[in-house]
């Protein structure tokens, strides 16, 4: 039986949610999928990068795996193999959708069906490899999927969308850390503390207002609101010129708004468009300038 780790995009409010802030992030179609194809020696083999994996070496993927492992009540000690459908560090949570996955498998091997919050718990432990100071967005929206608010130890707050929405989702084919962009805010919060929380303080506002926008089916007012968080994430030094150009592209091609989504200082970007049509007059325009983009629908 094949198990799912979902993609994901942050809307709105990433790194603000790193200080306790909700964000509003989408599931996405693409993601990681994973099965057990038997007993083994606790190996995970991650298909389309070449990479066997085993939980007692010392890189930073076996560790994860390990600690997935240790997660996990009764391991039986199997082979897993995965399909990864998402760029990897490239913002569309696929570190915390490849931990979701395994967790599932190695739950399924020991005859378990645990919860989507116990699943995203124990890919917190996972994700903990990669990431300090993870907000543990990535991890939940992997497990559960769906357009919700999420804030840090509080229970994810589904939110219900008028309209389906549609995005456009755009690689700058630059990868960043998340770990170092997320110390490069935490430099400038030590820095200039009052500015940076009113910095913080206006996502919030412009996430609040998205959630509205979205339960009211308003996209343009919605694109308005990411354009303004996309300003704001400039302004703390996570964005970078290909994404500006990027975002630039999609809309002069009809997208209502854009911005960069997850950690920034490359990565992807994201356009929200009205229809299909728009989308792929986005889609379009970015491979014209060399950009692999793809739409997609929040989910
Ligand atoms: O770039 P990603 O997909 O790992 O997203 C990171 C989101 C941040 O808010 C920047 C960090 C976090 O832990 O929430």
Redesign the pocket.
Known sequence: MDVFGRG?V?LLG??A??YGRP?LAAGIERGVRARVTGPGEMQLAIRPWGRDVRADESDELSRAFAAAVAEQPNARSVRIEVDVDLPAGA??????ALGVAVVRALASAAGEAPSDDEVARRALAWERVF?G??????NTMAAHGGIAVYRRGEPLEPVRAKKPLRLVIGDSGESAS?RV??EGVARQYERDKPRTEKTLDAITALVQNARLAIEDGDVRALGQLMDMNQMLLGSLMLSTPALEEMCATAREAGAAGAKLT???GG?CMIALVADEATGERVRDALARTGRRAFVAEAR
């Open positions: 994901k942050i990433e790194h949610v790193v964000a913002g569309l949570g696929c570190s915390a990431h100071n993870p907000s543990g967005v990535d998340t962009m997320v997850g950690s920034g990565g």
